[in-house]
């Protein structure tokens, strides 16, 4: 019946409908066996830090592909047929029937005459998932999900699972679950990790990089040290030994300081940008056996990037001043050596004023974004930081030549301005 149908489609010149449904159909039900595989990979997880001496055993059915592919990101041979026959069956079933399982709740809002070409396209699905994994057992488990970085490469895609996404899945186990969409780390907040990082912050002092430093404790990181706007740091010439000392054991540098009134420009602007330049030149990653990660940088913006302000004096010097900032930060979010988070925050209450939310409220935000491996965090209830994405992603241009961070030290290519 559904041949002749689509026969009928054929001959009334609507093949590009039907072409459509079925890409629609598969990429529905192959889907579906991901997401599938991800919740039961999610609780294999979660089964092998289990009191249930039965649940640790088998969640061993999926640990051997780790075994096999370990935190070092190295592959172990003496596991190679093992995770053969356990682990690449277990991800071939679960896509199976998730696949199918799809495709049996789909059929209760089809037509009685569509659901032959859905159930057609559904065994097309199976033997693709099926070949595939076949292949891999073919090339030993080596697929191109997993490369032996010896540094970890900056992950471009938000939407696709990656190799150098999945890499870290190897390198934290809890973290980064999903197989290929990331919907499931979307939904838990496990698309990025802090544990064991080495932070350090300015603006620790005011209300929200208090907040936030509280947030980042929860995070499992392994140290929070402040910088001081004024003490630590001021102007090229005025740097202290021990801001030196800390931006080289640095991991992830959070720019929260600022000033609304006064010499903003200095605040908001120059320091930020010269402390960016000290931790390119004098970072020195930790030395370890596991394959290393590219070094943070947060910079703590504002709605004031976007929105007018207002006819006010103070309000413009303030706006310029971040403005001012941003292809500095465009040439950062862009560069392969580090990666960039820009968190536009909407105003909250602090010394500097009253607002409609407070500075944990933001705090609490900011890291709900960044959990979900956002690189732009927009924390707003007003809307304006989600226009200036836009802003920001496609008018903001990047300054030509900037820095580059390398674990020998910063390469500067050309001068530091447009």
Not at 250 to 274: C, F, P, Q, W
Not at 348 to 360: H, Y
Request: with cysteine; net charge positive.
């Amino acid at each position: 019946m559904w041949l002749i149908e689509c026969k009928n489609l054929f001959q009334e010149g609507q093949a590009a409908v039907l072409c459509s449904l079925a890409v629609a159909y598969f990429i529905f039900y192959y889907f579906s066996g991901t997401l599938f595989f991800d919740i039961i990979h999610f609780l294999l997880h979660k089964c092998a830090r289990s009191r249930i001496r039965l649940l640790r055993q088998i969640s061993k059915v999926h640990s051997v592909h780790h075994w096999y592919f370990d935190r070092h990101l190295h592959y172990n041979e003496k596991y190679r047929i093992l995770n053969a026959l356990t682990n690449l069956p277990l991800e071939l079933s679960c896509q199976l029937v998730g696949s199918w399982l799809s495709e049996r709740a789909l059929s209760w809002i089809l037509q009685r005459d569509q659901r032959e070409f859905a159930t057609t396209i559904l065994h097309l699905t199976l033997i693709i998932e099926f070949i595939r994994v076949v292949v891999v057992i073919y090339l030993g488990g080596r697929d191109t999900s997993h490369i032996s970085f010896h540094s970890v490469p900056k992950d471009r895609d938000w939407i696709l699972v990656g190799p150098e996404y999945h890499s870290l899945h190897h390198m934290y186990p809890d973290q980064f679950m999903s197989s290929l969409f990331r919907l499931f780390d979307w939904t838990l907040g496990t698309s990025s990790t802090l544990k064991n990082k080495r932070i350090t912050m300015t603006g620790v002092n005011g209300a929200f990089g208090a907040a936030l430093k509280k947030e980042l404790k929860s995070d499992g990181v392994e140290s929070i040290k402040a910088l001081r706007y004024g003490v630590d740091f001021f102007d090229d010439d005025s740097v202290s030994a021990e801001c030196i000392k800390t931006l080289r054991d640095t991991d992830i540098l959070i720019l929260a300081h600022g000033l609304r009134y006064g010499d903003v420009m200095k605040a908001n602007y120059e320091t930020s940008r010269r402390l960016v330049e000290l931790f390119a030149q004098h970072r020195k990653p930790l030395e370890s056996r596991r394959p290393q990660e590219l070094p943070e940088v947060w910079y703590v913006g504002s709605e004031i990037e976007i929105h007018p302000s207002w006819g006010s004096k103070s309000l413009g010097a303030y706006s310029a001043s971040k403005r001012r900032f941003l292809p500095f930060a465009k040439s950062l979010y862009d560069s392969d050596s580090v990666v960039y988070r820009h968190i536009v925050l909407a105003a909250f209450s602090s010394r500097m004023g009253p607002a409609i939310v407070s500075a944990d409220w933001a705090a609490r935000w900011t890291m709900w974004w960044i959990r979900r491996g956002l690189k732009y965090v927009p924390v707003t209830y007003t809307g304006f930081a989600y226009l200036n994405f836009f802003k920001f992603l496609f008018k903001i241009k990047a300054e030509v030549n900037g820095l580059r961070f390398s674990g020998d030290g910063m390469k500067v290519e050309g001068s530091k301005d447009v």
